[in-house]
């Protein structure tokens, strides 16, 4: 079956890394990928990483992809007070994305 | 270039009445997709309208929802009648034709409450 699964909540201090884990379970996915919510704003593509891949670095964001176990991490080093948000993860099927429940991203100053 | 627009952004309505949510994808995008997220869960595919033609609506929920894409321009996405469980963000999406999901532009979503 399809399913994602993210924890919900996670709390950083400015400054500090943060790693927003994600299983899945259909393993015939292409690509995998984040994306972001700010308050009142739409989703965004943070980043997406190809299935053959074990890892992609983007400036402060580092993906990390462990097929073995289908799990999908995203690193966000040096994490500021903009980046507070709700990040996705998301796997695409037949054209269509499966997303998580999504993390809800808190940066305390 | 104007993004994907949603309107309204925000909806409340009470039980059993009729709302009706549009989407205007970026101009030229043949793909349109409408996603809902239900308070605090996962956001859920519900239909893919390539043009005016729905190419997969195995994600609606049920009879209540109807999607429109009339001209293969703006969607319209109306529930009749709403029930509580209703309630949600609905997304809209578009993209060019032959773009993969890289290539998707989300709308802001409208905020659908029922009362």
């Known amino acids: 079956g399809e399913d994602v699964e993210q924890s919900l909540f996670l709390s950083v201090r400015e400054g500090d890394s943060s790693v927003i884990n994600c299983t899945y379970t259909d393993s015939s996915s292409t690509y995998l990928y984040w994306y972001k919510q700010e308050p009142g704003a739409g989703l965004q593509l943070l980043t997406y990483?190809?299935?053959?891949?074990d890892m992609k670095q983007d400036q402060r964001l580092t993906v990390l992809l462990n097929k073995k176990d289908k799990h999908l991490s995203l690193r966000i080093a040096d994490t500021q007070t903009g980046d507070s948000a709700i990040y996705f993860c998301?796997?695409?099927?037949?054209?269509?994305?499966?997303f998580g429940q999504g993390t809800t991203l808190q940066v305390k100053p | 270039e104007a993004g994907v627009t949603q309107f309204p952004s925000h909806s409340v309505i009470e039980k059993g009445q009729t709302v009706t949510l549009r989407c205007d994808p970026i101009s030229g995008h043949d793909n349109l997709y409408w996603y809902r997220r239900v308070m605090g869960k996962e956001i859920k595919f519900l239909l893919h309208?390539?043009?005016?033609?729905?190419?997969?609506e195995s994600g609606m929920p049920n009879n209540r929802f109807l999607a429109e894409r009339t001209g293969g321009t703006y969607s319209t996405l109306k529930v009749q009648p709403a029930e509580l469980e209703d309630s949600g963000v609905y997304f809209c999406?578009?993209?060019?034709?032959?773009?993969?999901?890289?290539?998707?532009?989300f709308g802001s979503g409208t905020r659908l409450t029922v009362v």
């Open positions: 309208f390539v043009k005016e033609s729905k190419q997969d």
């Open positions: 998301a796997e695409s099927i037949t054209g269509k994305l499966i």
């Open positions: 990483i190809f299935s053959n891949m």
């Open positions: 999406a578009s993209s060019h034709e032959g773009q993969g999901i890289s290539g998707y532009t």
